[in-house]
């Protein structure tokens, strides 16, 4: 790992340092692996203990967070600058561009002289690869799929026809884009027969997707995901689905057909989404909700079916008084004299 003094780093994040400047560090570490020459970092008082029996040799921490004497970057996004400062101190390697032996390119394909294709990937007709960017081991392009430039397709994607992905895209192990939505209609004998899947998915710069998540081409039109929006694993998103600038998307959702998903909203885990919800610039879905209708902008949800966050929270804490009530009701009708279940209306 590269080295640097802590002010010059501190200056390449715009921040100032409290204590030894001269401080040199070579490494990113946790708190609790952390060694005398490496960075670590500690947002909030929850830090505290682990700080207090961590070897690392500097430190980027909240205003105000005991150091114990380290040198510090004082900062008010302590994670955001770390994760700058690892990029600095630990850059990912970047492999030898080029295609290797095993990998499949069609004659009609295109791919950067800058670009690197592992073992077993499949380039097909009309795709074309940009510059610098990486298809990791048994990569699948179908034809006429479009990477942009510093892309990372790590190994066992696909991408399937027509797919498009912006600059500086990141699809971690197994995702699939491109696949057929889940969409039906039934003659009148009963039997199914699948709706167009005539679509394509588009994935705008800076996106990452997780591994094993999944999003469906448009039936007509497009899935878009846009710019700067970060999905989680095993998450599924539908056809026709929109999903805003800057969203972030948490592991196990699932988005029904032709939703929006607005810029800035956070979906938590395990959320659903039904089909033709939108959701509103920089809401909240709590995890675990049943979202069935739309959200406004900045609106607060949970539960399932989803209700504004502050009424679930008082319903959620009305439920752990229900066995006492229940055994003041019990004693007040043993009072009364009225039987177990006298009185009560069938259901």
């Known amino acids: 790992m590269a080295g640097i003094r802590l002010r010059d780093l501190a200056a390449e994040l715009g921040r100032e340092v409290e204590g030894d400047a001269d401080a040199w560090v070579t490494g990113v570490a946790a708190l609790e692996q952390a060694g005398p020459a490496d960075l670590a970092y500690a947002r909030s008082e929850r830090f505290a203990e682990a700080l207090r029996a961590s070897r690392a040799g500097a430190l980027i921490a909240a205003p105000g967070l005991d150091a ?66 990486v298809l990791h081991a048994h990569v699948t392009l179908y034809a006429d799929v479009e990477i942009g430039a510093d892309c990372q397709v790590h190994a ?95 592991a196990q959702v699932g988005i029904a057909g032709s939703s929006a998903v607005g810029r800035g909203a956070l979906l938590m885990a395990q959320a659903g989404i039904a089909d033709h919800v939108r959701i509103g610039e920089r809401a909240f879905v709590g995890p675990r909700s049943g979202v069935r209708g739309d959200v406004g902008d900045g609106e607060r949800v949970m539960g399932s079916p989803h209700r504004e ?13 229900l066995p006492s009530l229940l055994r003041r009701v019990r004693a007040l009708e043993r009072r009364l004299g009225i039987r177990p279940g006298e009185g009560r209306e069938e259901g």
């Open 156 to 250: 066992g994607c696909v991408l399937r026809e027509g797919t498009t992905l912006g600059a500086r895209v990141v699809l971690q192990p197994g995702a699939v884009l491109g696949g057929d939505g889940f969409g039906y209609a039934m003659d009148e004998e009963g039997v199914l027969a699948a709706l167009p899947r005539l679509g394509r998915v588009v994935v705008e710069d800076d996106v990452e997707i997780g591994a094993n998540t999944t999003v469906d081409r448009g039936s007509l039109g497009e899935t878009r995901i846009g710019k700067g929006a970060k999905i989680d694993n095993l998450v599924q998103v539908a056809h026709n689905v929109s999903i805003g600038e800057n969203a972030v998307v948490v």
């Open 68 to 133: 114990g004497g380290r040198p510090t970057i004082r900062s008010p996004h302590p994670g955001l600058d770390f994760a700058r400062a690892a990029s600095r101190l630990a850059p990912p390697r970047a492999p030898d561009p080029g295609i290797h032996p095993s990998a499949v390119v069609d004659p009609a394909a295109s791919v950067d002289p800058s670009a690197t294709l592992g073992p077993g990937c499949i380039v097909g007709a009309r795709s074309r690869v940009g510059a610098r960017s």
């Open 309 to 321: 966050l502050r009424a679930f929270r008082r319903i959620w804490g009305a439920l752990a008084l």
